[in-house]
């Protein structure tokens, strides 16, 4: 009587048995050796666990050495894949096709089964131990070992590349940069300190989040930040501000008296060097006076405030010291 016992599950045939009969046996037992190194297709037939069985001395997808596991529904969740019979020890190459994005765990017996993500292949063993069979991750591995150098020449965009990359060396680039779109071909922000604009914007540079800082004279700015400390800077004598009302100067400024009987206060705390400038701009001072406080601060030398009262008089006023205050 014929068995089946072997890993293909191919009929071994009893001596004296299928006499003028065994050609045929025979031709389908090298048939199915060869579907042993093919590509075969198995469908899940459900969102279940299911078995796929290689039959005895029959075609079958399962005995295939690349075998594409489908399913004909998505699948809800890791499904087990059972190959069998549990007695077949036996090389795969299984593809998870299946739809659902869901993984598949190979078994074969009660033994450890492999899992294989959606889309992914893995190599399997099945060691055909019966009813505590396993099933084995037969992936190459890599070893590890360390890459010591590579050279090559050659041109990337119009860069000529030469030299040996080793764990310690350089890539030397030569050449000029050519053929590349600014417009399709770079993307990011190239900073300012390389060179750039740090904006990716057509306004380029936003003056009031992107700069910091004062802009020194020599540069062409006030070396401020604020008008106060601008005009401090510039001694702007040339930038009269009308008044007509009461007005607390700032360091710096060109106070022009539009309105007599008024009082311009001079800064508090200044510092030596600092200065206003003060102008009857009506040409009444003589009728109709205003005044200049002197805000805790001596005026020449004295704890009185100026009284304003010559016609079209203009003053520039010093800080020089806390007992002198502002010279005049």
């Known amino acids: 009587m014929a068995t089946f016992v072997n890993n293909l599950r191919l009929k071994e045939i009893t001596t004296g048995d299928e006499d003028g009969t065994w050609g045929t046996s025979t031709n389908t037992n090298l048939e199915l050796i060869?579907?042993?190194?093919?590509?075969?297709?198995?469908?899940?037939?459900?969102?279940?666990?299911?078995?796929?069985?290689?039959?005895?001395a029959t075609a079958d997808a399962t005995r295939g050495f690349y075998?594409?596991?489908?399913?004909?529904?998505?699948?809800?969740?890791?499904?087990?894949?059972?190959?069998?019979?549990?007695?077949?020890?036996?090389?795969?190459?299984?593809?998870?096709a299946t739809t659902g994005g869901q993984s598949i765990t190979i078994k074969q017996g009660s033994g450890a089964g492999i899992t294989i993500p959606t889309t992914q292949k893995v190599m399997v063993i099945t060691d055909g131990a019966g009813a505590g069979a396993a099933v084995i991750n037969a992936n190459p591995t890599e070893t590890g070992g360390t890459v010591t150098s590579v050279g090559g020449t050659g041109t990337v965009n119009g860069i000529s590349l030469s030299g040996t990359v080793t764990t310690s060396g350089n890539l030397t680039l030569g050449g000029t940069l050519s053929g590349v779109n600014l417009t399709s071909q770079v993307t990011g922000v190239l900073p300012t300190a390389n060179g750039g604009t740090g904006s990716n914007q057509t306004t380029f540079v936003n003056l009031a989040s992107n700069v910091?800082?004062?802009?020194?004279?020599?540069?062409?700015?006030?070396?401020?930040t604020t008008a106060t400390t601008a005009r401090a800077s510039l001694s702007a004598n040339a930038l009269p501000i009308l008044k007509g009302a009461n007005y607390t100067a700032a360091v710096g400024e060109f106070v022009t008296a539009t309105a007599g009987s008024i009082t311009i206060t001079l800064p508090a705390s200044p510092s030596a060097g600092n200065t206003v400038t003060i102008k009857d701009g009506t040409g009444a001072a003589a009728t109709t006076t205003f005044t200049v406080?002197?805000?805790?601060?001596?005026?020449?030398?004295?704890?009185?405030?100026?009284?304003?009262?010559?016609?079209?008089?203009?003053?520039?006023?010093?800080?020089?010291?806390?007992?002198i205050g502002w010279s005049v």
């Open 34 to 56: 060869t579907d042993g190194f093919s590509y075969g297709t198995k469908q899940m037939s459900a969102d279940a666990n299911e078995t796929f069985t290689m039959p005895d």
């Open 67 to 96: 075998l594409r596991i489908t399913s004909g529904v998505s699948l809800t969740g890791t499904r087990e894949v059972t190959l069998g019979p549990n007695t077949v020890s036996k090389v795969w190459m299984i593809e998870n």
């Open 212 to 224: 910091t800082g004062t802009l020194p004279l020599a540069n062409g700015g006030t070396n401020g």
């Open 293 to 323: 406080a002197r805000n805790g601060s001596n005026i020449a030398s004295s704890a009185t405030d100026l009284v304003f009262d010559k016609n079209f008089a203009e003053i520039t006023m010093s800080y020089i010291n806390g007992t």
